[in-house]
């Protein structure tokens, strides 16, 4: 049992060593802003029964100072005042247009259908897709070129900063950055081409319009519910530069409302953090639930003390890189624990019973 409480504390210093790596590595886009020839852009926005969001996203791009831009929402089949709201700002400007969508085909889901049918109406050198409760200043557009240019990119996906308001959306939201932060140094995803090292949020994702229609990548993950991340497997194995970095203050977004909308949201994405094993996510919730007890009984309270402060720590350098509150995420870090076990419990139960309603429909059929 003693050489099992080292790989406790071998697996925790890896994993404190990771975090202490992406906050030093400073993982958001350059504040340089000039770029080397200003590329036509696309900028592509899904949407079904986004109301609360779309108006303000289509403001925010509105005040763009970027001349050679066309910005296309898809109303996937809304049944809210979505589609009046981008008429409303299609009217106000004309770069802004409207495609009207119905509801996806056999084998497709909602989103990957709509980002499908955006890309086959885009005109620009590079595409774009935004998710509409995402919100950005008039510098993101400009940052985002400059990076993708200097690197050559071919995909870049960004992790907004999480806007986080109700109690629940504080225990729940952060365990995105805590699972990724402590797991996966963002700098191998742009320089090892291994596609173990991949990670990519569909809030962002911005790529090349001719590798992009070289692949059309939606549609050969049509039915993937997490597709983001199987999109920038794609192109690592097809060995196209890609990179993911996080969000500042130029790119935010309120991703859920609330403590049920989060834990529905995370449970169709959990075992994806985990290169979609169960086992490996299992696995990983029970290691951590677990570890501070095994120690304590078998090095006694200084084993016990060792883990909690570097479990600790984990959350204060994950949270510094994710611009979050390090108080509220220390103090938190027990119930954000027992909802990341809620998630993977209820993402077992969702697999078994083949529903996890999302957006009004059932994306695990099949």
């Known amino acids: 049992m003693i050489y099992f409480c080292y790989f406790l504390l071998s ?36 949407a079904r029964n986004e109301e609360e969001n779309i108006g303000t996203l289509l403001e925010q791009l509105s005040t763009l100072e970027y001349s050679a831009l066309e910005i296309i929402v898809y109303n996937d089949h809304s ?12 009217a106000l400007k004309p770069t802004i247009k409207i495609i009207n ?46 990076h993708f240019q200097k ?15 109700s109690i629940g959306e504080k225990i729940s939201v952060p365990l995105m950055n805590w699972i990724l932060l402590n797991l996966l140094p963002l700098s191998l995803i742009r320089k090892s081409k291994n596609d173990a090292f991949s990670a990519a949020n569909g809030q962002f994702m911005m790529f ?14 049509k039915s993937d519910k997490v597709e983001d991340m199987a999109i920038i497997r794609l192109f690592k194995q097809n060995n196209f530069a890609s990179d993911a970095l996080l969000g500042d203050k130029d790119i935010t977004c309120r991703m859920y409302v609330g403590l049920d909308d989060a834990v529905e949201g995370f449970t169709k994405s959990i075992f994806q953090f985990f290169g979609n094993s169960k086992a490996a996510t299992i696995s990983f919730g029970v ?23 570097g479990v600790l720590f984990i959350r204060v350098f994950v949270t510094l890189a994710s611009k979050q509150s390090v108080v509220q995420n220390v103090l938190l870090a027990f119930p954000q624990h027992l909802v990341f076990l809620t998630i993977i419990l209820k993402g077992l139960i969702n697999n078994k019973r083949k529903k996890l309603i999302w957006k009004g429909r059932n994306i695990l059929q099949g």
């Open 151 to 165: 690197y050559d990119l071919h995909l870049l996906s960004i992790f907004p900063k999480q806007i986080v308001k």
């Open 11 to 46: 697996l925790l210093f890896i994993r404190l060593l990771v975090a202490i790596v992406n906050f030093l590595s400073f993982a958001y886009l350059p504040k340089v802003k000039t770029l080397g020839t200003a590329p036509t852009v696309s900028i592509l926005i899904p």
């Open 208 to 221: 090349n319009t001719a590798t992009y229609k070289a692949l059309w990548p939606h549609e050969k993950c």
């Open 287 to 309: 290691i951590t639930t677990i570890a501070p007890f095994i120690l304590y009984d078998n090095m006694g309270i200084w084993g016990f003390t060792v883990y909690i402060v």
């Open 101 to 146: 969508g119905q509801q996806p085909p056999d084998g497709w889901l909602g989103k990957n259908h709509a980002c499908h049918k955006l890309a086959q109406a885009a005109t620009g050198d590079i595409l774009l897709f935004l998710d509409a409760d995402v919100g950005v200043k008039k510098d993101f557009l400009k940052r985002s070129i400059s």
């Open 79 to 90: 049944d809210d005042k979505t589609e009046s709201i981008i008429k409303h700002w299609a």
